[in-house]
């Protein structure tokens, strides 16, 4: 089946500093990742759209300078906190569409555990 | 714009009770419409997806739209069925590119 990894799985970063994290599609190909912060016990609040090749489409109140999102390959999208706060701590997941089908289905990584002292 | 609603936050039934998740949607285009499923400690894995009409671990859903409604359905519950169940939906965002709008979750915890 798809499987989509992220790296790492989990991250402590003092404040001020940045983070980037890894989302990669193992066995297929993706032209389109998803990125999704998630607070504990509640739902997937998506944040942007990475696109190969393509600027990320950032959703409404998403700082795009603060969360920068590259998608340099059919594989890899990484996302990049910069300047991280406490406030940013919290659990972000990645997914991914194979290109090869045509419906809405995504395939989740494990998600990174980000904690900003 | 598109929603989806899941009016039980925690929903707890004793094995082998039925038991029913509840999810609306508002949406304008045609839906379609997935169950995902995370087990503790576990990533986001999907169900059921209304057009494969299919029945996973004996867990079944059907679109009603006139109800806007995807209820998940399952006759006799089990205890590895405790897990944070999420309804969501298929949309095409402004961008042109195929999303899913996630409904809040239910929380099932089936006792033994």
């Known amino acids: 089946g798809a499987v989509v990894s992220q790296h790492p799985s989990w991250v402590i970063c003092k404040s001020g500093t940045s983070v980037k994290i890894e989302c990669r599609s193992l066995?297929?190909?993706?032209?389109?990742m998803f990125w999704y912060r998630q607070f504990p016990k509640q739902s997937l609040m998506l944040m942007a759209t990475s696109n190969e090749g393509s600027k990320a489409t950032y959703e409404q109140g998403v700082e795009k300078d603060k969360f920068l999102i590259n998608h340099a390959s059919l594989t890899l999208s990484t996302l990049t906190v910069t300047s991280a706060h406490p406030e940013d701590s919290s659990f972000y997941i990645c997914s991914a569409r194979d290109r090869r089908e045509v419906s809405y289905e995504q395939y989740f990584g494990p998600g990174t555990r980000l904690t900003v002292t | 714009a598109q929603r989806v609603t899941q009016p039980e936050k925690l929903l707890s039934v004793f094995k082998g009770a039925p038991v029913e998740l509840k999810c609306n949607y508002s949406y304008s285009g045609s839906p379609e419409l997935f169950w995902y499923v995370q087990y503790s400690r576990q990533r986001l894995q999907l169900l059921l997806r209304?057009?494969s009409r299919e029945s996973i671990k004996g867990f079944t859903a059907d679109l009603n739209k006139g109800e806007t409604s995807f209820h998940l359905k399952k006759p006799f519950a089990q205890e590895e069925d405790s897990a944070m169940y999420y309804c969501a939906l298929g949309v095409i965002s402004s961008g042109s590119a195929r999303q899913l709008t996630f409904g809040s979750g239910t929380q099932l915890t089936v006792l033994p």
């Open positions: 209304h057009i």
């Open positions: 066995d297929f190909q993706a032209t389109t």
